[in-house]
């Protein structure tokens, strides 16, 4: 019951709010479930996964080249650590999909017709990117590191270290082909247009250029490897807010009920 003073509408509110929070508690504790179950099935192979990951750099040691491990408990919580990261992205579907299924709600139908695939796109592209550096990029870089490494110099690096490195490169690699996904959103809301894109390709690869001179490791190898393939996925962006942002324009929508 409200009292004389109260707002009716904010007597309304309250009970909404109230099923939004709920909502959002049971959609981050699904979220931390599936990935809690994901990351059990995964634990008892972390020493597979560390070796699988630890191939591109030992492929390109001399004979007898190992990792070494510095710390004490590094050969038990650099497996882990890495089970933990290839569990969140096996889970990224699903984590998604839940922050999908609380704010799908509140979306108009036009939007809801477009955030599906961008979602897609937008996941599809990072696993995309991960997958671009551990099969070209890792390689090309440890055998560019061991030929300028100097005389008498032994590469013994150290597992956690190795570890913090590669998963450097993968959020580095994966971000980055986000790019088209990000040009498109960005036509979507009226930041720019595809013409302005188009217009500013110049720019753009000079930013491109710098972005990875600063996120990726001191070499010219790895560099010009994420540079050149942003700069297509630049133009791909472009063609992708030409082709979605006409045909968006124009449209009518209307507001879900409440």
Known sequence: ???PHSDPADDAATPRLLDHLIELRSRLLRGVAGLIAVLLVILPFGNKLYAALAAPLLAKLPPGGQLIAVEVASPFFAPVKLAFFAALMISMPWLLYQAWAFVAPG???REKRLAMPLLVSAVTL???GCAFAFFLVLPAVFGFL???APEGVAMMTDITAYLDFV???FFAFGASFELPVALVIAALLGWVTPDQLKESRGYAVVGIFIVAAVITPPDVVSQ?????PMCALYEV???AARWLVPQTADESSTKPRA
């Open 237 to 239: 962006g472009i063609l």
């Open 167 to 169: 998963l450097v490169i």
């Open 1 to 3: 019951m409200s009292t």
């Open 107 to 109: 979306l108009y139908q």
């Open 126 to 128: 990072f696993y995309a």
């Open 224 to 228: 010009l490897m994420l540079a050149i």
């Open 146 to 148: 061991t030929k300028i």
